[in-house]
């Protein structure tokens, strides 16, 4: 194939293929450090792309900390380890070739090479495609369990908010009340306090000495 962007319809789309601007696109997008909300969309669009393609034999592995378990996935989705090590081999073969050899004639040197391993290049080929599906399938299933966490964390955080709100009306209705209570009693105190005033501080000192159930005030800087 000579037109790079026909290799993105040759696997179910999901070769990856960018050129110089998509790439600095691509980029920019990543380290824009966007919102929760905006990296929610992004993985929102990417989980509805396509469903999740069945490649998986058994449970891939759960990704611990962003990091994947490259052979754990491959084997879920049958890939043994001899195949594995047929497209290492071919790729190692690659990166030992000087970058400025012509493609035709690191074509030429890996194939000779791997028949003179007796390693059939169909064989690469396929185990390599399989690679690449399951890799794709890693992408989107983990795309789609973050996105129904994500679904569930915003249902939970919407509930929360809700809560917080009631919480904050809550709290205000009863500062209100209480300057309400305050201003009422203070009100009442004053009316009581004209008729104490009448009789005189010391009459009312020497019943609250005496009285079994009044308290008398605590002297000035007591509290201290």
């Known amino acids: 194939m000579t037109d790079k962007k026909s290799w993105g319809s040759t696997v179910l789309g999901w070769f990856i293929v960018q050129d110089e601007e998509q790439a600095g696109a691509s980029a920019a997008a990543a380290g824009d450090g966007g919102s929760p909300e905006a990296d929610a969309a992004v ?4 989980a509805a792309e396509s469903p999740v393609p069945d490649v998986f034999q058994t449970a891939p592995p759960t990704p611990v900390g962003g990091r994947v ?5 491959f084997e879920a989705a049958g ?3 001899g195949e594995r090590e047929r497209v290492d081999k071919a790729q190692q073969l690659l990166s030992s ?10 074509k030429q040197i890996v194939e000779a090479s791997l028949k003179a391993f007796g390693v059939p290049i169909d064989n690469i080929i396929e185990a390599g495609v399989a690679e690449i599906q399951a890799l794709e399938g890693y ?3 983990n795309a789609a369990d973050t996105q129904a966490l994500l679904e569930e964390s915003t ?14 009306a809550g709290m205000e209705g009863r500062i209100q009340q209480q300057q309400g209570i305050a201003a009422s009693c203070n009100g ?3 009316d009581v306090q004209k008729v104490l005033e009448f009789f005189g501080q010391e009459a009312v000192a020497r019943v609250v000495h005496a009285s079994p159930r009044l308290q008398e005030p605590p002297a000035p800087g007591a509290g201290a």
């Open 43 to 46: 993985i929102a669009a990417a």
């Open 69 to 73: 378990e490259f052979d754990a996935v």
């Open 79 to 81: 890939i043994d380890a």
């Open 97 to 106: 070739l000087p970058a400025e050899t012509p493609v035709p004639v690191k």
């Open 139 to 141: 992408i989107r299933k």
């Open 155 to 168: 249902r939970r955080i919407a509930q929360l908010e809700e809560e917080a709100r009631k919480v904050r």
């Open 188 to 190: 009442r105190k004053l």
